[in-house]
């Protein structure tokens, strides 16, 4: 098992290296001269040759390429072209709040979704099965930001609950719980939505299986087919969805990031790609990237705990 | 039948005695009988083989005395199902789950895909001796242990935390039947064991599912469409059409005078070793569909010796004035003088 993750990490490395040449490429083929980006345009001809030497656009393309290469295992991913800052530091300093979130979300969504998936699928063309797809689905196409500005309204502007700006301090669990928790249940909401109708059509799948079958033949009670029997192998598919879901979920977090005010890497991305910040989306193209490569292993990790099938290697 | 005795109870040498037994399905707003009017009685530490072509209805008796025909598309009527005292057609879901895998057990006809892939074979079979026995976990282990060594399989101990892809489907079918016999059952329901299987590990089944009956001396309804394993296995045959028994008689009766015309057409299709399988008798034409049942003898437009009665009457389950314990759904052949049978015994 560690062998495998050891393996998985390694087999990443070609996959990180390619993405990073292609971020080299693209940012060198878009239009626009990143010294002018940088000086705007009032800059002199001067001020942009030597703008130009000091980013090294004037050196062969492979030499750039390799001191790319170069800067960015050894921790320098260069400055961000607006603010200055490193780029790293940057990125590390909202990854928490991106992961919270997601971790959040997640966690809310599983422990709302699957007993709700579970529960509409035994009551199949039952009041109650109706009434949770359709809520499903409004939660599904219900826009991020108006179900968080609703949020807003009612448990911090209303009730006075939670604090009306979620940035800040994370000097105390305390704290960082209170400002998570309601981008965490609008993101949650979401992914309710999204657990119950996979774990729902999931379950009626594996309620029709012989094995189900045999559990009821052996005088099992139901609760012991249900969660025993059914919901493990009804799990599987649900993994899947939730593993790519949760890929998506970490760069279009944005809308949340932004009605609460609050740090995260979707914002990061928006930002940087509005002030066109070169440098700034390479670095988080390469972040995305090693994000994903993390869900898909913690993915097939999760197989690995449901599904006796799956072997590791 | 005049032979039992009227007070609900089944009479003491029964371990099941199912009476008007009648099971239909909701087909396109209407409700068509896959199994209809069926009653037989299975004697203690007997063999019943239930036989008949694919969609007879074999499989729904089964389920239905089960109490496991899916509830939203089937509905089991019967006068009575009469298991050690209890009436299973009146009995309450939960006390139907008493039953299950206890009393009464089932083996299905798939074994590749009857266990739960996700568990472990040792925690299947010991589920039922936790659930109806009250077993520890460790007493469950202990005893499901025991009963996998007793259906063979090799190196039971090492193999009991594998997990079911990792067995053949002859080996699956062992562990299914070691799941249904954990709790010792009265009667073991098997509903085609062995025709997912190759030849060989067919017999080798049969072999064992005969040695176990000897061993625990339960009784078993074996559902096949196979005469010839019939012949081996069983003591007794009922021959199901269309949702009704045809015929029924102990078995080297049924083999020494078959009498409905549906059987010996079913015994004239039996693959022989000493006959080329090239010549194999097919019956001509299909089990018709529940939604589509003629009126009449169900069998009548693939028969032989149907007549314009035949099509016309309902048949009754009739016993042979020669064998009171033959009984056949044939007006010709119980109440005609039998042309073919004088020349038979002749
Ligand atoms: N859920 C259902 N809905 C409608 N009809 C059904 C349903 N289940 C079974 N039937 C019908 O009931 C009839 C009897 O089916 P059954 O499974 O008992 O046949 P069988 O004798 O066991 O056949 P086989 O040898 O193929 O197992 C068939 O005609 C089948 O089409
Ligand atoms: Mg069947």
């Known amino acids: ?43 002199s001809q001067e001020a942009l040759m030597a703008m130009r030497e000091r980013l090294g656009l004037n050196r062969p393309l492979w030499e750039q390429y390799i001191d790319f290469l170069r800067d960015a295992l050894s921790g320098d991913w260069g400055n961000s072209m607006v603010t200055g800052h490193p780029i790293l530091q940057e990125i590390l300093n909202v990854l928490p709040y991106t992961i919270d979130l997601t971790v959040a979300s997640l966690i809310i969504g599983a422990l709302f979704g699957i007993p709700l998936g579970v529960w509409s699928a035994l009551h199949r063309n039952r009041l109650v099965d109706y009434v949770t797809r359709v809520g499903s689905l409004l939660g599904l196409s219900f826009p991020a930001f108006v179900s968080a500005i609703l949020l807003l309204l009612v448990f911090s502007i209303e009730l006075n609950w939670f604090p009306v700006i979620s940035a800040g301090d994370r000097s105390s669990v305390g704290e960082v719980l209170e400002n998570l928790a309601l981008p965490a249940i609008n993101l949650g909401l979401i992914m309710t939505a999204y657990i119950t109708r996979v774990t729902r059509s999931s379950m009626l799948n594996v309620l029709g299986e012989d094995y189900i079958r045999t559990a009821h033949a052996k005088g099992l009670p139901n609760r012991a087919v249900i969660w025993i029997h059914a919901l493990r192998n009804a799990l599987i598919p649900v993994v899947t969805v939730v593993g790519l879901y949760l890929g998506i979920l970490i760069g279009n977090s944005v809308l949340t990031e932004i009605v609460f005010n609050r740090p995260g890497l979707g914002k990061l991305i928006v930002g940087a790609l ?40 | 039948m005049a032979r039992r005795p009227a007070n609900g109870q089944a009479p003491a040498q029964f371990a099941l005695d199912v009476r008007g037994l009648t099971t239909s399905f ?46 939203d598309a089937g509905r089991v009527k019967a006068e009575a199902i009469l298991f050690e005292g209890q009436d299973l057609a009146r009995a309450s879901e939960a006390k139907m789950r008493e039953v299950r895998g206890d009393g009464i057990s089932m083996v299905f006809q798939e074994p590749m895909t009857s266990l739960n892939p996700v568990l472990t074979i040792g925690f299947q079979v010991s589920e039922a001796l936790r659930h109806h026995r009250g077993l520890s ?46 709790c010792q059952p009265k009667i073991l329901l098997a509903d085609e064991p062995t025709t997912a299987l190759d030849v060989t590990i067919q017999a080798q089944i049969l072999e064992l599912l005969r040695e176990l009956k000897r061993e625990t001396g339960m009784a078993m309804i074996f559902i096949t469409h196979n005469l010839g394993v019939v012949a081996e296995l069983a003591d ?102 039998q042309p073919e049978m004088v020349v038979v015994d002749a």
């Not at chain 2, 530490?45 to 389920?63: F, P, R």
């Not at chain 2, 028994?245 to 079913?266: D, K, Q, S, W």
């Open chain 2, 236 to 337: 007794r045959v009922a021959v199901m059409y269309a949702g009704q028994i045809v015929e029924i008689a102990e078995v080297a009766e049924l083999f020494a005078r078959p009498t409905h015309p549906y059987t010996e057409a079913l015994l004239r299709s039996i693959p022989r070793s000493d006959r080329d399988t090239a010549e194999l008798y097919t019956i001509p034409g299909q089990v018709p569909p529940i939604t589509r049942m003629p009126p009449g003898c169900k069998f009548a437009d693939r028969c032989a010796y149907r007549l314009d009665r035949c099509q016309a009457e309902e048949q009754q389950l009739a016993p042979l004035a020669k064998a009171p314990a033959h009984a056949v759904r044939c007006w010709r052949r119980t109440e005609e003088t």
């Open chain 2, 26 to 71: 909701y087909v396109g707003g209407k409700w068509f009988p896959a199994v209809r009017d069926v009653s037989f009685a299975l004697k203690r530490h007997e063999t019943l083989a239930l036989v008949g072509e694919s969609g007879c209805g074999k499989s729904m008796t089964a389920m239905s005395i089960m109490g496991l025909v899916p509830k």
């Open chain 1, 274 to 313: 509005s002030q066109r910040d070169y440098t700034m989306l390479q670095g988080l193209m390469v972040i995305y990237t090693f994000i994903i490569i993390i869900v898909n292993l913690l993915t097939d990790l999760t197989y690995g705990l449901i599904d006796p099938r799956v072997k590791y290697s």
């Open chain 2, 137 to 182: 976990r460790r007493d469950a282990a202990a005893r499901a242990l025991h009963i996998l060594d007793q259906v063979k399989i090799p190196s039971a101990k090492s193999r009991f935390n594998d997990y079911p892809h990792q067995f053949s489907g002859g080996m699956r079918q062992r562990v299914m039947i070691a799941m249904a016999l954990a």
């Open chain 1, 1 to 43: 098992m560690l062998a495998y993750v050891a393996r998985r990490l390694l087999l990443a490395v070609p996959t990180l290296l390619a993405v990073m040449t292609l971020v080299f490429v693209l940012v060198r083929i878009v239009p626009g001269d990143p010294a002018q980006t940088i000086l705007g345009d009032q800059a």
